[in-house]
């Protein structure tokens, strides 16, 4: 995989027949200490950040899969107008890559929380794909999409899928349990890579890469979310595929390899 064109809030690498960006959403500030030892204790922050109130700031990040045919494919679509301003930019990054949202005829989507699924609709309450078919999402995540009461209009289009369910050629939904009802990620096997979009299996990039077991207080069930998680890394390392993380620090794109007792991750380059 290479990259063939860099902007502040777009990056597009090719690989095989694919065409992959990494758009980005914005950003979230969080509460350091939503970051858990296995024990439950608060983990403790580099002396840098140990204060009352420090804050980490999350990456929101989509990708836009484009395959042969030319039809977009977009994992995650940000969060839309529904929380803070420092998201909801997807549409402004499209138009700085060059991207048509006409082009994007499926979403699929990593789970059902706001900063996942709410940029079907701009800040200012367009629909931001016209030409869209369908959103693909776990089965176990449709009560919850149709429970959203803003995105009423979009149920008829959602496209229930499983484990293991082919999305497009290449394109296969893989699960990754822990984080939320139905989380689930996607496999992209272009030929030359595998690439893993993981949707929320890291939130926290400067620590979860070295120290899997770290748990987010927002996942779920963190006993499976860090099991996924541990087994997820470890399978991302011995194959040597790419992984794509919703939180990752911007691109959000990268491979990992083992240091020390957890792994060290490599951005695209
Ligand atoms: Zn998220």
């Not at 403790?44 to 977009?72: H, K, T, W, Y």
Request: glycine fraction near 10%.
């Amino acid at each position: 995989m290479i990259i063939t064109t860099r902007h502040a809030n777009a990056l597009g690498c090719v690989s095989g027949s694919w065409r992959i960006w990494s758009l980005s959403d914005g950003y979230a500030d969080m509460p350091a200490n939503l970051l858990k030892e296995p024990d439950g204790r608060v983990h403790a922050l580099p002396r840098s950040l140990d204060q009352a109130g420090a804050m980490l700031r999350l990456s929101v990040n989509c990708f836009l899969l484009i395959g042969p045919n030319a039809e977009g494919i977009l994992i995650d679509c940000g969060a839309g107008g529904s929380w803070d301003p420092t998201m909801g930019h997807l549409e402004a990054a499209m138009a700085e890559a060059g991207i048509d949202p006409a082009s994007v005829t499926t979403v699929a989507m990593t789970h059902t929380h706001s900063d996942h699924i709410n940029g079907l609709l701009t800040p200012d309450g367009r629909e931001l794909f016209t030409n869209l078919g369908r959103i693909v999402i776990a089965s176990d995540a449709v009560e919850q999409f149709r429970a959203e009461k803003p995105l009423q209009r979009f149920a008829k289009l959602l496209a229930p899928v499983s484990d293991g369910e082919r999305l497009a050629d290449g394109l296969v939904a893989v699960a990754m349990p822990g984080h939320a009802r139905g989380h689930m990620g996607y496999r992209l096997s272009t030929g030359e890579d595998d690439l893993l979009f993981c949707g929320d299996v890291i939130h926290v990039h400067a620590a979860q890469f070295a120290r899997p077991e770290l748990t987010w207080t927002y996942d779920d069930n963190q006993t499976i979310a860090r099991a996924t998680r541990i087994r997820l890394l470890r399978q991302a390392a011995d194959a040597h595929s790419w992984l794509a993380g919703a939180h990752m620090t911007w691109p959000g794109i990268g491979r990992i390899a083992a240091d020390g007792p957890g792994y060290a991750f490599v951005p695209v380059a």
